[in-house]
């Protein structure tokens, strides 16, 4: 329906994924994935978000990533079409290439159009 927002879902599955490398290698190898998302509307203006993702390595169980993102969102218009987004995210990789930091961080704030 249009003007009506989906609510967050917890999701699970499996697939494969490709990583290619400036060295010239590259891997496919297949994952599973389970993601788990969580809104807070904290007032008329205001919600808070939270998602959680996880995706093993099923053919190296040592191989595992988990990623988070969690944000305040303001609405900017009245109908809250137009957000500024304030967040943090997590990038955590268990086996990372030699030379990789295991967790990567980025904070971000973003104007961002709801459709």
């Not at 989906?6 to 290698?25: I, K, N, Q």
């Not at 496919?28 to 978000?49: G, Q, R, W």
């Not at 900017?76 to 290439?97: A, R």
């Amino acid at each position: 329906m249009a003007g009506r927002r989906r609510p967050p879902e917890d999701a699970l599955g499996v697939g494969f994924t490709h990583e290619s490398f400036e060295s010239g290698g590259s891997k496919t190898f297949p994952t599973a994935e389970a993601i788990a998302d969580y809104s807070k509307k904290i007032n008329n203006t205001v919600t808070f978000t939270d998602r959680a993702r996880i995706v093993p390595d099923l053919s190296n169980l040592k191989g595992w990533r988990a990623e988070n993102d969690a944000a305040f969102a303001w609405a900017l218009t009245e109908k809250g079409e137009w957000k500024m987004k304030l967040g943090v995210t997590n990038q955590y990789d268990n086996d990372p290439p030699v030379g990789i930091k295991n967790l990567d961080t980025y904070y971000y704030l973003n104007a961002v159009r709801g459709f």
